[in-house]
Every structure is written in structure tokens, then in C-alpha cells.
């Protein structure tokens, strides 16, 4: 009697064990699935609440109804809340998703390549690069739209030059690359300085100044136009590419014992991130912390798998810097510039979740 | 063992199905292979053996005489300045990357992640070669890298993290991930270093199986007992010196041989209970 409840206990486990194999691999899987349900939820929530509030407060309800006449193309309520919706408050909270999320995602792309928590995407100088690039089309009185491209252009000529240099000392380690980063940083911000100091000081420095504490002020959709096909293509790719950068994360011997062209593969990664945060800059100027800090958070949301981690820093990194661009307009009468907010927030939370990591083993 | 034989039996199989004809064994071939850190610091010049499938080879040395350098460049890490590595006449010199891989295994001595995954997706990952650039793997590739945990007898450990498992299960775990990879030949890097007593010789269990169910292991190692427990082919690399002797584990290893490897006394025992000859280092 006893050795047949036995064995039939055993039948019973070894059907509980074949389900579980059927499920294997998947209990992260689901865990996304609910969290970034969760966060786009929310992320929605905010940008109804963004679209109601500033200057000119309207009932989220009125927005939504007005936004649907604007979709069936029938004759709006309040022509004067769907001017300001669609042609002042949308474009801002678009480019805003846009910032918050490419920043978050190439971000974690760096940290991925880099192996290292503590990387954010400026780390071989794209964003010093950026602010000289934007000084001198201050100081030439070029302008926006030249500011941007020259932005654009030499953020990315900073990141070239920071992965030249390791070849042209010929160690391709990931620790050269941090370091001619510095090098490319430390040069790019004294050549700002160099720039600063020879400019008007009422009105070319400051507006150098505004340009690197970043903002939306200006943000129009034809930014967005200009910018979102680099936004769209770039984290495409790095989303893509996110299992790859899983076995990157392991470290270079095993990644090329796995067979993958490791040079390759980490160039078109650091390519893809710098385009992504160059891109953000021209829009917004440079905003600092949350490529740094939300990746982080996404990874204590999800783990650290980049296939989930990345999307999940995306739509998380859109709703902060929603939430961050809806404060800088709506606190005081002028926008405040989103750095200041980024890091009075940021830099507490950033802490915040350390405190919660150390428990949990995560870094 | 037997569990993790059949495992391996139905790797060595789905191999066979899929990459060419079989028939004959592989067999990997270091032909004159010379390396040099920055052309200046030679580490060999002229190393030449080869290993069968279903062989296993243990590679004996001082510190800093070139053992893992070697396994790097068989690996592909490194390129040697001349000579060639090859299977079957093909030179690994012209395979892609991925190819390679499906060839050669490599399990480098235990690494610490950075980030935190789980066992099985780090077990899952040995199913990289076999994949396109921008594909993950699907839940067959799952079921595979979970049979290959379960046959180890290490299934427990699918779920719980990379990060808080102990070194000799992350060694373990490697090695089922490169069951995962199905290569036909497997380099194992120290893979006894940091493992108590106990872990160590399951872990010559384990790879003496591998061996016997078709894969060719190349291990390093520091211990010429384990040579000896093994009863394997051995290759003695000394420092300073260009070329490598291989033959028999038995025949190479003696007293006199290891005292002018290592430099220092070294006895060498029959041992009636374990029915071989032992190493054992005199009392100080």
C-alpha cells in the first residue's frame, strides 16, 4: 500500500516536472509581459495629464474628445484647446518620449558593451562633443537648425575619435575605450570652455549655457520629423540586437568562443547608442542622469536580460522624462531647464536604488 | 554518469545528423604553431600534435609556459604567427567566427558576471552559434539547454541566478552550456582551479564521459595526478622551450620528469589501492 502511494506520488511529481519544462525559460518572460503592460498603462496616464495641464488647464476628458475629433476629422468643441493640444503640447510631449526613451535605451546599450552599471551614454563624449558643436553654431550665429546638425555631427566625430584611439594604440581592450573616452571628454569640454570664454557674455553665453542644462522650450514637430527616423532605425537595431549583448555582457573570450564577430558586433552597438543619444541632443540639448540612472531601474523591474530590459528602459525612461519636461513647464511660470530637475530627482533616486539593489545582489 | 552519457550520445547524434558525414573521426591538428605576445615575447615556436574525437588530452606546465595562450589560440582568440591549427585539413584560419564555434568548444576558467542572469539563460546561450544575428533562442533551444542541466543532474539550479551559484557549479554549468554548443572539440581551461577535493575529481568524471561519448577535450591543467587518474594522453609544455612532448599520460609521467618540470622533488608511487601510480610531494 505504502510503495504504491509512493510510485503514484512519483507519477504525479514527474508530470509536475514535464510542465515545468514545457515552461522553462519563460516565468522572466511573463514577468516582463505584466511590468512593461503595467508601464505603458501608466505611460499613457501621464501623457493625458500632460496634455491637460500648463498654462491653460483643461479636463482630461475634454482632451480625449478633442483628440478624437481631430482623428475622424469632425468639427472640434474648443478650436482654442486642440491649437494648443496638438500644435504646442503634443509635438513637446512626443519629442519628450522620444528623449526619455532613447536615452534610457542607449544607455543600457552601454552598460551592456561596457559591462558596468556605473556607464552612462556620454562615456566616449558625445554629449561634450555635441555642446561644442552647438557653441560654435552660437558663436557663428548660425541658426537652429544648423545648431542641431552641428550638434548632431560632432557628437558623433567625438565618438569616432574616441574609438580611433584605441586602435591606433593597437589594444582594443574595453578599458582603452574608457579611457580615450576621458581623453576625447576631458578635450572636447576644454575646447566648450575655450568657446565660452570668447563668447558674448549676455547673449551667446548664456545661450550656450541654457543649451547645455537642456530643454523641450523649443521642441517643434519639424524636429521631430528630423530626429524620429534616427530614434526609429537605431533602437530598432539595438532592441534587435539585445540577446546578443546579453552574451556580450559575459565578457569578450566568451562571447567570441560563441562564435560571434565581437569588434563588429560592439561597434555597431556604440554606433547605434551614439546616433541615439546624439540625436536626443539636438532636440533637447544635453540632459543628464537618465541614461544612467533608468536603465537601473529597469533592470531591478526585469532582471537583467537585455531582451527585456531594454523596452522596459524605453517606455520607463519615456514616462520619467515626461513627467520631468510636465514639471519644468508647470512648477513655475518659466520652464525650468531639465537638468536641474533630472539631477534634483535623479541623483536621490539613483541612491534610492542602490539601497534597494544591495539586498537583492544586482549590480 | 550513464545519464549524462546518453545526454551526450544525443547531442553527438543530432551533431552528426546535422553538420557532414561523420563516418570518420574528427581530429583537430596544431601544425607548428608559433606565438609571440607583440612579436617579442615568444611563448612557443613549434608545437605539433594532434587530438582524435572521442580523445581526451591533458596539458601539463609551469606557470606562464603558454597553456592557456595555446587554448586561446585554438579558440581563436589569438592568431599565431605562424604554423596552423586545423580540423580535418581545413584550417580554422578560414572559417567564419560561427562555424568555428559549432566546431570548437572553449570553456575559459570561471568568469564573474556583471549582471545577473539565470542559469538556464546562461546555459541557453551555447545555442548562439546555431543562430541568426538578430534571432533569440526559441523553446526548443530552451528544452535543449534544460536537458542538457537535467542530464548533469543540475536542473534544480535552471531557475536560480548565475551570480549566487558556487564556482563549482558555475564550472559545471559552463560545461553543459558548451553540451549546448555541440562542438567537436572541447577546450577546457583549468577547470579543476577553485573546486574543493570532491568537485574536482566529479569534474574529471564528467569530462572523462564527454570524451568517451565523441567529444575531443583538450583540458590544462596543474595536477599530473589528475593525468594519471585520467589514464589520458598528455602534453608536458615547458617553459622556455619551443616544441612539447606528447605521448601516453603512464609513459611521460615519472620522477624525473616531473622534478625537471616543476623544479622541485616530486615522488612518484604505485599505489596497490588505486591501482596506479600516484604523485606525492615529501614532507617539509
Same mark, same amino acid.
Not at chain 1, 510631449?93 to 534610457?104: D, M, N, Q
Not at chain 2, 609551469?62 to 584550417?91: F, H, Q, R, V
Not at chain 2, 558556487?166 to 554548443?181: D, H, Y
Given at each position: ?91 513637446? =510631449? /512626443? *519629442? ?6 532613447? %536615452? !534610457? ?5 552601454? &552598460?551592456?558593451?561596457?559591462? @558596468? ?120 537595431? =539595438? /532592441? *534587435? ?6 552574451? %556580450? !555582457? ?5 562571447? &567570441?568562443?560563441?562564435?560571434? @564577430? ?102 | ?284
Amino acid at each position: 500500500m505504502g510503495s504504491y502511494r509512493i510510485c503514484n506520488y512519483l507519477i504525479l511529481n514527474k508530470s509536475k516536472k514535464e510542465q515545468a519544462i514545457a515552461l522553462v525559460g519563460q516565468s522572466s518572460a511573463k514577468r516582463y509581459r505584466g511590468v512593461i503592460t503595467v508601464l505603458i498603462v501608466i505611460m499613457i496616464a501621464f501623457a493625458l495629464i500632460a496634455l491637460s495641464i500648463g498654462h491653460y488647464s483643461y479636463n482630461p476628458l475634454d482632451v480625449l474628445k478633442a483628440l478624437g475629433s481631430v482623428i475622424t476629422g469632425s468639427e472640434p468643441e474648443d478650436a482654442g484647446m486642440v491649437m494648443v493640444v496638438m500644435n504646442i503640447r503634443l509635438p513637446r =510631449l /512626443i *519629442a519628450a518620449l522620444f528623449v526619455g526613451g532613447a %536615452l !534610457s535605451l542607449a544607455g543600457s546599450a552601454y &552598460q551592456g558593451v561596457f559591462r @558596468n552599471p556605473l556607464v552612462s551614454p556620454d562615456l566616449l563624449g558625445v554629449s561634450s562633443g555635441a555642446t561644442v558643436g552647438a557653441a560654435i553654431a552660437i558663436l557663428l550665429g548660425l541658426g537652429m537648425l544648423a545648431q542641431q546638425g552641428m550638434a548632431f555631427a560632432v557628437g558623433l566625430l567625438a565618438v569616432f575619435i574616441s574609438i580611433s584611439i584605441p586602435k591606433l594604440v593597437r589594444n582594443n581592450s574595453n578599458l582603452m575605450l574608457v579611457l580615450a573616452g576621458i581623453i576625447t571628454s576631458g578635450f572636447m569640454a576644454s575646447l566648450c570652455s575655450t568657446l565660452k570664454f570668447i563668447a558674448d557674455e549676455d547673449t551667446e553665453l548664456s545661450a550656450i549655457v541654457f543649451w547645455q542644462m537642456g530643454s523641450l522650450t523649443t521642441a517643434k514637430s519639424a524636429d521631430l520629423w528630423m530626429i524620429l527616423p534616427f530614434i526609429v532605425v537605431c533602437s530598432v537595431v =539595438l /532592441i *534587435a540586437l539585445s540577446w546578443r549583448l546579453n552574451i %556580450l !555582457s559575459f565578457g569578450e573570450v566568451e562571447a &567570441q568562443s560563441l562564435g560571434m @564577430n565581437v569588434k563588429r558586433l560592439r561597434f555597431v552597438i556604440i554606433v547605434c547608442a551614439s546616433c541615439l543619444t546624439a540625436a536626443t541632443i539636438c532636440v533637447s540639448g544635453t540632459v543628464s542622469w537618465v541614461g544612467l540612472v533608468i536603465p537601473h531601474l529597469a533592470r531591478l523591474l526585469v532582471g537583467s536580460d537585455h531582451r527585456f530590459q531594454m523596452p522596459t528602459a524605453f517606455v520607463l525612461g519615456a514616462t520619467f522624462m515626461l513627467f520631468i519636461d510636465t514639471l519644468s513647464r508647470t512648477i513655475t511660470t518659466v520652464d525650468i531647464p531639465l537638468s536641474i530637475l533630472t539631477g534634483l530627482i535623479g541623483a536621490p533616486f539613483y541612491a534610492w536604488l542602490l539601497y534597494k539593489q544591495r539586498a537583492s545582489n544586482i549590480l | 554518469m550513464s545519464a549524462v552519457e546518453k545526454k551526450v550520445q544525443n547531442t553527438m547524434d543530432n551533431e552528426r545528423a546535422s553538420t557532414d558525414d561523420a563516418s570518420a573521426k574528427s581530429v583537430l591538428t596544431i601544425d607548428g604553431a608559433a606565438f609571440s605576445y607583440n612579436n617579442r615575447y615568444e611563448v612557443f615556436s613549434d608545437l605539433r600534435f594532434d587530438l582524435e574525437a572521442g580523445k581526451m588530452l591533458c596539458l601539463l606546465g609551469p606557470n606562464g609556459c603558454g597553456k592557456t595562450t595555446l587554448l586561446n589560440c585554438i579558440a581563436g582568440l589569438y592568431k599565431l604567427n605562424s604554423g596552423d591549427i586545423k580540423i580535418d585539413d581545413e584550417s580554422l584560419n578560414k572559417m567564419q567566427p560561427s562555424q568555428r564555434a559549432r566546431t570548437i568548444g572553449y570553456v575559459p576558467q570561471i568568469i564573474n558576471a556583471t549582471f545577473d542572469y539565470s542559469v538556464l539563460d546562461y546555459v541557453v546561450t551555447g545555442c548562439a552559434p546555431y543562430l541568426k544575428l538578430f534571432a533569440r533562442p526559441k523553446q526548443e533551444d530552451y528544452d535543449r539547454a534544460y536537458e542538457a542541466l537535467k542530464q548533469m543532474q543540475m536542473d534544480q539550479l535552471a531557475e536560480k541566478s548565475y551570480a549566487q551559484i558556487s564556482g563549482g557549479e558555475r564550472q559545471q554549468v559552463s560545461i553543459a552550456r558548451v553540451v549546448v554548443q555541440r562542438p567537436a572539440f572541447i577546450l577546457l581551461d583549468e577547470p579543476t582551479a577553485h573546486l574543493d577535493f570532491g568537485n574536482q575529481l566529479r569534474l574529471l568524471e564528467l569530462a572523462k564521459s564527454l570524451a568517451d561519448e565523441g567529444f575531443g577535450i583538450l583540458m590544462t591543467t596543474h595536477n599530473p595526478d589528475q593525468v594519471l587518474i585520467l589514464d589520458s594522453d598528455v602534453i608536458i609544455m615547458q617553459k622556455g622551450v619551443s616544441s612539447c612532448i606528447c605521448g601516453r599520460g603512464k609513459e611521460l609521467i615519472t620522477q624525473d620528469s616531473l622534478q625537471n618540470l616543476y623544479g622541485i622533488d616530486i615522488l612518484l608511487e604505485e599505489s596497490e589501492g588505486a591501482n596506479r601510480n600516484v604523485c606525492v610531494a615529501k614532507g617539509l
